[in-house]
């Protein structure tokens, strides 16, 4: 996930002192020392989130943004907040997440990860949140220069397919008409992720979930317009691409109840 979230950061760049800066070893000591500071705290988030330790991950980013704050502003400091707004997300401490997302904007308004990371806090909040999720997600979507690497507009297609699928679940459920509208919704924008990733030459393990993720959505989608033959190719292309147990254990249970095999199995 690191090399998707864009610098430079001034973290990594070179500190700088004057001759007369030498003169007084304390005071570069002490730079030295908060600058190193703060990288190995953030550091330490990182691996313990890899790592899925996410106690110890909240911690490290909790000392590291402790630091950032006293150490002023500098170029990728939203950085830290997006990873800590997303070890809180897995956590369910979604408040703290929202919280931590929209710090990273207030320092970068253009950052398409947070306004990702902000929207799936909402979206994690339940249906009353569903609106502002849908705003966040549609934000990322249409924002300029975003690099390349973030995949932050087949991120967005993605969480605005999830929302529209949970609408029409709410429609469907209260008889409503606009559940057609919302099914086709949430079609276009799974479509869209699956079109985009598809082009790529060699799309990382990650480009692969999201892929089987939109997959899945549009297979269990598939299931609740009672399309089932339509639903078997988007499940077994889970199963295809996802190293992901929970997810392919879903895609499993579904073909269960359809009583349907993929052709390979």
């Known amino acids: 996930d690191v090399g998707e979230l864009n610098g430079p950061h001034e973290l990594a760049a070179p500190l700088l002192f004057s001759v007369a800066d030498m003169l007084s070893p304390a ?27 996410l106690p110890e991950a909240a911690a490290a980013l909790g000392r590291a943004i402790e630091a950032a704050e006293t150490y002023g502003d500098f170029a990728g400091k939203e950085v830290i907040y997006l990873f800590a707004s997303d070890v809180a997300r897995r956590q369910e401490k979604l408040a703290e997440a929202e919280q931590y997302a929209s710090r990273a904007l207030a320092i970068n308004p253009n950052y398409g990860r947070g306004y990702i990371a902000r929207g799936n806090a909402y ?36 969480g605005l397919g999830h929302v529209y699928f949970r609408r029409y679940l709410i429609a469907k459920e209260d008889c409503s008409p606009r559940s057609s509208a919302y099914a086709g919704e949430a079609t276009r924008h799974y479509e869209a992720v699956i079109a985009s990733i598809g082009q790529l030459a060699r799309p990382s393990q990650q480009n ?9 959505g549009l297979g269990e989608l598939a299931i609740g317009l009672e ?3 339509t639903a078997l190719p988007h499940l077994c292309a889970v199963l295809e691409l996802s190293v992901d147990a929970g997810l392919r254990q879903i895609a499993l249970d579904d073909l269960q109840k359809l009583g349907a095999t993929c052709p390979s199995s």
């Open 27 to 53: 005071a570069v000591d002490a730079a030295l020392q908060q600058r190193a500071r703060l990288i190995v705290d953030f550091t330490q988030g990182l691996v313990h989130s890899l790592q899925d330790q």
């Open 123 to 158: 979206y994690f909040q339940g249906n009353e949140s569903l609106g502002q999720a849908l705003d966040d997600y549609e934000t990322a979507l249409h924002l300029p220069d975003q690099p390349a690497l973030a995949f932050v507009a087949e991120k967005a297609h993605l």
């Open 208 to 216: 692969r979930e999201q892929k089987a993720l939109a997959h899945l």
């Open 227 to 229: 399309e089932e033959e």
